[in-house]
């Protein structure tokens, strides 16, 4: 009797939301990068609540075969990489970082795959040592990077600039291209890189750094500033990126199992 081949299990680490109508903090994620997940990777998506304190993240880590970072309408808090304080009113969410950063040391060290999307490559640099930019727009050379106030959501997601991939990096390998459109909607950016990260790419033509990768190890784990998990199926980079992610879960998944995960 041939036995089922079970597909990788990825966490999302969501946002804490405050609603209007509620008194009480609500955790969540996007449907979009739960699609990312289940239909780009191939992968069974689980959403983990941001709970820092109830998590013993080695423990976590371990039952994981993936990790998947989603953009966010809060920014990393610039004490976790020694910035400058945020104005007052700038929007926060600690319980987040205090449960994604270590989250992520902990599944680089035990080899888990990390795939980050907009503030996911924030928090990849972030966690392992890099800065951030809190405003690159305002940085000398640098362009508005911003999502644009004006228009319907699929203008506000259109691509919007290139990115240059590094010559016979991952990205120029996947696509066997040195230029690739993407959508652009942040304000802050990857300054100083992390140890151990090479850049896969950056924004033409003012070089805001778009794509970055460990490596360290082989094991995948890549972000990206852009929005890969919106209409991946057009876009050749993004679609590619979700499907080495989802090769990485399965080995990852057959490595902790003992068995052959099929492909997809």
């Not at 609603?19 to 069974?44: M, N």
């Not at 941001?50 to 994981?64: K, V």
């Not at 990206?224 to 919106?230: D, F, G, L, R, S």
Request: aromatic share 8%; charged share 25%; proline share 6%.
């Amino acid at each position: 009797m041939v036995e089922n081949n079970p597909k990788p299990l990825v966490g999302i680490p969501a946002s804490q939301i405050y609603l209007p109508a509620h008194s009480l903090a609500q955790h969540g994620v996007g449907e979009r990068y739960i699609r990312g997940v289940s239909d780009g990777a191939g992968a069974v998506p689980m959403v983990i609540p941001a709970l820092a304190d109830d998590y013993d993240f080695a423990d976590l880590a371990n039952r994981l075969d993936g990790l998947m970072l989603t953009g966010g309408r809060a920014n990393v808090e610039p004490h976790h990489y020694d910035g400058p304080p945020f104005p007052d009113d700038e929007v926060r969410d600690p319980p987040r970082d205090n449960t994604v950063l270590p989250l992520i040391r902990e599944c680089v060290r035990q080899g888990v795959p990390v795939f980050g999307s907009c503030r996911g490559i924030q928090e990849i640099n972030v966690a392992m040592g890099g800065t951030l930019y809190y405003r690159v727009h305002e940085i000398d050379g640098f362009n508005d990077h911003r999502m644009p106030r004006e228009g319907d959501i699929e203008h506000k997601f259109s691509e919007r600039h290139l990115v240059v991939t590094a010559e016979n990096g991952l990205f120029h390998k996947l696509t066997d291209a040195r230029e690739v459109m993407v959508n652009s909607l942040h304000a802050q950016a990857v300054d100083k890189v992390a140890p151990g990260f090479e850049i896969e790419c950056v924004s033409a033509p003012d070089g805001v750094i778009e794509g970055i990768r460990y490596t360290e190890v082989e094991t995948f784990c890549v972000g990206v500033q852009w929005h890969a998990e919106w209409r991946f199926e057009d876009n050749a980079l993004s679609l590619n990126l979700w499907h080495a992610f989802g090769d990485a879960c399965r080995k990852r998944a057959a490595a902790r199992s003992g068995r052959k995960i099929a492909a997809e």
